[in-house]
Nanobody, 127 residues
Framework: VQLQASGGGLVQAGGSLRLSCAAS????????MGWFRQAPGKEREFVAA????????YYADSVKDRFTISRDNAKITVYLQMNSLKPEDTAVYYC?????????????????????WGKGTQVTVSS
């Protein structure tokens, strides 16, 4: 599976952005997908995850009620709608895919839990 994130940019605090992650591969619909982010000088951290069907989602506390993850298996794309952006959301955002089984999305929030990674897209939120 190859992943390509896009949609990043510069936005003022309180604004919105929508990230997209286009995937290749016929088995995309079988994979759980996630978004992670990495700010300068910090470790990569979990943002959101979605099950293969799209029926289950899970979010980091820091983005809950502001970000929404979704997927369109027909378009082989996963999205991250980001609203009410804050300067602390500034980071490089990465999409990732997990091919292995899991019980709950809350169990696959570590970078080692994902099998495939795309190149990141920069999100900068100005105050």
């Amino acid at each position: 599976v190859q992943l390509q994130a896009s949609g990043g940019g510069l936005v003022q605090a309180g604004g919105s952005l929508r990230l997209s992650c286009a995937a290749s591969g016929r088995t995309f619909s079988n994979y759980a997908m996630g978004w992670f982010r990495q700010a300068p000088g910090k470790e990569r951290e979990f943002v959101a995850a979605i099950s293969w069907s799209g029926r289950s989602t899970y979010y980091a506390d820091s983005v809950k009620d502001r970000f929404t993850i979704s997927r369109d298996n027909a378009k082989i794309t996963v999205y991250l709608q980001m609203n009410s952006l804050k300067p602390e959301d500034t980071a490089v955002y990465y999409c990732a895919a997990r091919s292995g089984v899991y019980t709950r999305l809350s169990q696959i929030t570590g970078t080692n839990d994902m099998d495939y990674w795309g190149k990141g897209t920069q999100v900068t939120v100005s105050s």
